[in-house]
């Protein structure tokens, strides 16, 4: 950071008491927009260049990565190898004691938790920067050379965002996961030794299954095709091989050949396969000549994993060496549980995906829960299951196939047949309302002969599928096909989402709606003959507050999702239950960065999920008027809130392309992103840009929404409930952490940058006259804009809210955040937002020296300020250079005829228009991006 830099830092954060002070004794003072205002004015004198204003972010984001190792650290807890290695034995070693060892084995021996990396966008940072995080959370890195070095680093997320980025970044998250597992297994199994002396040789591992959806979830997406699909399967095969080969080569007995051969043999038929697959095959030949390479090479395959599986456990008999019956012992569990792939895989669409494809079978004219065909449509999934024969099909089925649904099974089929007939796979379904979507699932299982290995779960995630959740499984239930597939697989297996629920319901009523569905499921084990039927619920969400994370680690976490009155009721009935969770993108794998990161988050995930279950009376579930009650409150604001018009004006503010891209994946749904298009509901934006635009404004309404206003409705019974209460102790916790990252006067700077009246007002004390005018103009624009009136009622409603929050906690004394932030950080989290409305406002100003000009393209000059007032810039800017080219240099033949003595120069090119206002205007939005996602680091997750 330069001397000019350092003493605007030192300047802007004397005059940022002065103007909290000045708010203070004059309520009407904003003092994030006094403190903008006085930025952009020495801005425009020239005290303060955008070259040390440049200087400042590179500083303060500097800092937000600091801040964000420092949270992530809190978060994640202990990452030393000998200690978690140390505290994983002794979960084991607890978990066993008085227990005989086929009850241990039993314990081990079982898939008890999950995790499923996916490919969400939230790659907000670099590569290089998430490995100076990932130092800051194990050590390796000082905050000193963080700081130092961050500079050096890519400041933006890697560029090349594509569906291969994305892959190759999960199958090393994956990597690491499972070299976790190893140390996982080699703890469980000393354990056993040290336990059970006599039996330990014979112990079986399983305890944790990794799975991915990345290429495989089709839900929104049209850029992955089937034989994307079929490729990077086959891709995680060799890359699961060779990691086989090369641990085998560590530990094998002296003079082992067997094992040695059939590794080095299938590891050689799935690095064929990926060199016949690259490039992918995509005409009718290429894959008819695939097709016929798959069947001739696949003669010898069925049997090695077998014959692999059978030679270790001769050696783990005969091997007398105790380390290297452990060592066996281990590559055996991670061979059963990886076997051909670095993960399970989950595949993934849309309902009505499923519908489609199943219309004519059963002439579905209307939504299948539509009250006046929905017996009808039941009863017709039903019958096509009574005469449902298995069919078999080929790579050339897949690529004549039109429709989605039967497609995916097809694919499904083949990676059965010819990568992995063992490991199951399972099929997501977004938007499962109702009872008939999973029976049309079902349909195509039996239809394509997959049934045995699928499992098939339905997504609840919305107000009505959270509610009427626990309905639909009973329903199905009661459907012969469904109950004989469930005894069949013995497993059902749902999805609950927290991202979704989280924005329409608001993240605490989603927690506690979901908590409702997984007592109504466990519940329905006491109604049918489940008991040898495990249950396995995939809590789906993000790092954020707002999609789920509890900001207390991964054992809180888990506690939020699965809580201990779960728990309790689980073991009561004594239902076998897995729990997964996902990792989602950037932020997500940032847990499995390193193999130590890997094994901490391992570790604290068996920590939770391997202690007894606490016998805690909590008067939540007892006196269930209240907490209705409570949950009501909460959910009805976040409904009305999600529903209306001026929260997506709010919403829409600073627009999803405030922050850069962060995946491959579109922000909006794919039938938006036209240049000034305002959104008209708020499911155009998916939830993770949703979350984004909140932490980007300083307000995280969907974490602290409600809360306020339902202890205003009931101050006494909140407290009391709050006093004896751990589950309600447990929830707000989050809100109190988003609260400690919500500020009202954010919204209200941010927004006033809106009204007209703010310009009218600066242009009235403005002494330049060309600023003045400008300011004149801008507030006009501001005025078609036509969002301010919008913006002051939605600010009215969530202020509102917040400061019966803040009331509430006032003259209380609050426990600890999980995190606390030092001074140093809220100074430069608040100074960062100062920044931005500081060149926001500079943008704003350059906009009115757009020059008039025709229509181009079907867009008018006021069209395009309405695209740089939503901030979608780029495409604007696109267009403007477009529309104002710059005229290349070029010579005149001094040989020419007709004596030429006229030589444009640059005003006839636009020269001006693009270097002043055009360049300005993008340089600016760069620095704004880049605030972004320095606030991202402050926040702690990206959306």
């Not at 909290?20 to 403190?35: D, F, G, I, K, M």
């Not at 590569?127 to 890519?154: F, K, P």
Request: with cysteine; glycine share 6%; net charge negative.
């Amino acid at each position: 950071m330069n001397n000019n830099s350092k003493n605007i830092l030192r300047d802007i954060t004397g005059e940022l008491e002065e103007c909290l002070r000045l708010s203070s004794e004059t309520p009407l003072v904003n003092p994030y927009q006094q403190l903008s205002y006085r930025l952009l004015t020495q801005m425009k004198s020239g005290e303060a260049s955008m070259d040390s204003i440049s200087g400042l972010v590179a500083e303060l984001s500097a800092q937000g990565l600091v801040s964000r190792g420092r949270r992530s650290k809190a978060y994640l807890k202990e990452t030393g190898e000998q200690e978690n290695r140390a505290l994983l034995r002794r979960c084991f070693l607890q978990a066993g004691t008085g227990l005989d060892f086929d009850a241990y084995q039993a314990l081990v021996g079982r898939e008890i938790a999950g995790i499923v990396v996916t490919g969400h966008p939230t790659f907000g940072f670099s590569h290089e920067q998430y490995s100076l995080i990932a130092g800051l959370i194990d050590g390796s890195v000082t905050e000193a050379r963080a700081r130092d070095t961050a500079g050096a680093c890519n400041g933006r997320p890697d560029q090349n965002l594509s569906l291969e980025y994305e892959f190759d970044q999960a199958e090393k998250a994956l990597l690491n996961l499972q070299r976790a597992t190893a140390i996982l297994y080699e703890e469980a199994a000393g354990a056993a030794r040290e336990l059970f002396p006599e039996d330990w040789k014979k112990i079986d591992l399983k305890l944790i299954t990794a799975a991915s959806w990345v290429g495989f979830d089709v839900d929104g997406r049209d850029d992955i095709t089937w034989m994307t699909s079929v490729s990077f399967r086959h891709r995680m095969a060799s890359l699961q091989c060779q990691e086989y080969v090369t641990r085998w080569n560590k530990i094998r007995p002296e003079g082992e050949e067997v094992v040695t051969g059939l590794l080095d043999r299938v590891a050689e038929i799935f690095a064929e396969d990926v060199a016949r697959l690259t490039p992918v095959p995509d005409t009718t030949d290429a894959v008819r000549s695939f097709a016929r390479y798959i069947v001739e090479s696949r003669a010898e395959t069925e049997s090695i994993l077998p014959h692999i599986l059978s030679q270790l456990d001769k050696l783990i008999a005969k091997e007398k060496d105790e380390a290297q019956v452990a060592g066996l012992i281990v590559f055996r569990g991670l061979l059963n549980n990886f076997r051909t792939g670095v993960s399970h895989i989950h595949f993934r669409l849309n309902s009505v995906q499923l519908h489609n494809a199943i219309r004519p079978l059963v002439a579905l004219e209307k939504d299948p829960d539509d009250p006046t065909g929905r017996r009808r449509y039941m009863k017709a999934a039903s019958k096509l299951l009574d005469h449902m024969q298995s069919r078999t099909i080929g790579y050339e089925s897949i690529l004549h196939e039109q429709t989605t649904a039967r497609r995916l099974f097809m694919i499904i089929a083949q990676i059965l047949k010819y990568i992995d007939p063992e490991t199951p796979i399972r099929f997501l379904i977004a938007e499962s309302d109702t009872p008939f979507t999973v029976l049309a699932a079902l349909c195509y299982a039996r239809m394509f002969g997959v049934d045995h290995k699928v499992d098939i779960s339905p997504l609840f995630e919305t107000d009505l599928a959270l509610a009427r959740g626990a309905e639909v499984i009973e329903e199905l239930l009661e459907n012969p096909h469904y109950f004989a597939y469930v005894k069949k697989r013995k497993r059902l297996c749902v999805q609950a989402g927290y991202s979704d629920a989280g924005r329409y319901l608001g993240q605490v009523a989603a927690g506690l709606a979901i908590e409702r569905l997984r007592i109504k499921l466990i519940k329905l084990w006491d109604k049918f003959d489940l008991e040898d039927v495990e249950l396995v619920i995939f809590d789906t969400g993000g790092e954020s507050l707002g999609r789920g994370a509890h900001p207390g680690g991964f054992g809180a976490r888990l506690d939020y999702y699965h809580s201990p009155e779960a728990r309790r009721l689980i073991a009561e009935r004594a239902i076998a239950y897995k729990q997964e969770i996902s990792l989602q993108g950037g932020d997500g794998y940032l847990w499995l960065q390193t193999p130590g990161l890997a094994l901490a988050t391992v570790t604290r995930i068996m920590e939770n999920l391997l202690a007894p279950v606490e016998e805690v009376v909590d008067p939540f579930y007892e006196n269930t008027d209240w907490s209705l009650d409570f949950f009501m409150t909460v959910k009805g604001f976040n409904n009305e809130i999600s529903a209306n018009r001026d929260f997506l004006q709010l919403i829409s503010l600073l627009g999803t392309d405030i922050s850069y891209p962060s995946g491959s994946r579109m922000t909006l749904r794919q039938d938006e992103g036209v240049v000034s298009r305002p959104l008209e509901k708020l499911s155009q934006v998916r939830a993770i840009p949703n979350n984004m635009l909140l932490h980007q404004l300083g307000c995280l309404a969907n974490s602290v929404g409600g809360v306020g206003a339902a202890i205003f409705q009931d101050d006494h019974g909140f407290w009391k409930m709050y006093d004896q209460s751990p589950r309600l102790r447990h929830l707000m916790t989050l809100v109190l952490t988003a609260l400690d990252l919500s500020d009202e006067d954010f919204l209200g700077a941010y927004t006033s940058l809106f009204r007209p009246r703010y310009w009218m007002h600066s242009a009235r004390y403005e002494e330049e006259s060309h600023d003045h005018d400008r300011m004149l103009r801008l507030a006009k624009m501001l005025e078609t804009h036509g969002v301010y009136e919008g913006l002051n009622r939605i600010e009215l409603t969530l202020r509102e809210d917040l400061m019966y929050l803040r009331d509430a906690i006032a003259d209380r004394e609050m426990p600890p955040l999980p995190y606390e932030r030092g001074e140093e950080e809220r100074t430069s989290y608040i100074l960062l937002h100062v920044l931005r409305m500081t060149l926001v406002q500079k943008i704003f100003l350059l906009i009115t020296r757009i020059p008039r000009f025709r229509d181009h393209k079907g867009h008018s000059v006021d069209d395009l300020v309405l695209g740089i007032l939503r901030f979608q810039v780029e495409p604007t800017l696109e267009l403007l250079r477009e529309i104002f080219p710059l005229e290349g240099d070029y010579d005149i033949d001094p040989l020419n005829p007709e004596k030429i003595t006229y030589k444009g120069d640059n005003a006839h090119g636009y020269e001006y228009e693009n270097r002043e206002i055009f360049d300005e205007i993008g340089e600016t939005y760069s620095l704004v991006r880049q605030i972004s996602q320095a606030l991202t680091g402050f926040v702690g997750a990206l959306g």
